[in-house]
Nanobody, 123 residues
Framework: QGQLVESGGGWVQTGGSLRLACTPT????????MGWFRRAPGKGREFVAT????????FYSPSVEGRFTISRDNAKNTMYLQMNRLQPEDTAVYYC????????????????WGQGTQVTVSS
């Protein structure tokens, strides 16, 4: 851990939106694919979404598809997760990570991680 940094977490009301960002700690860091995971209280870390370096291909967990959008600005070397229509069950620590292959959904397929950012959704 420590090669990536997440930002943008916080508290939001049910139905609201947040945008998370992920940047590398060193400007030369590059990855073929990147993804977002989350860990809810008392649960294991689960896959949320992943995107290729080119930014054209993305893959989502069914629990967030249609509400969350993953994107990547290669010029800024930054990945984003736009989260809309947030629900209390989306409350979790969100982690960004880097992978060597696209469509990786398991933790062991990712080789670099951030420290996480807390997202809390309540009414």
């Amino acid at each position: 851990q420590g090669q990536l940094v997440e930002s943008g977490g916080g508290w939001v009301q049910t139905g609201g939106s947040l945008r998370l960002a992920c940047t590398p700690t060193t400007p030369t860091f590059r990855s073929y694919a990147m993804g977002w995971f989350r860990r809810a209280p008392g649960k294991g870390r689960e896959f949320v979404a992943t995107i290729k370096l080119g930014g054209g291909d993305a893959f989502y967990s069914p629990s967030v598809e249609g509400r969350f959008t993953i994107s990547r600005d290669n010029a800024k070397n930054t990945m984003y997760l736009q989260m809309n229509r947030l629900q209390p069950e989306d409350t979790a620590v969100y982690y960004c990570a880097a992978a060597r292959e696209f469509a990786a959904v398991l933790e062991y397929e990712y080789y670099a991680w951030g420290q996480g950012t807390q997202v809390t959704v309540s009414s």
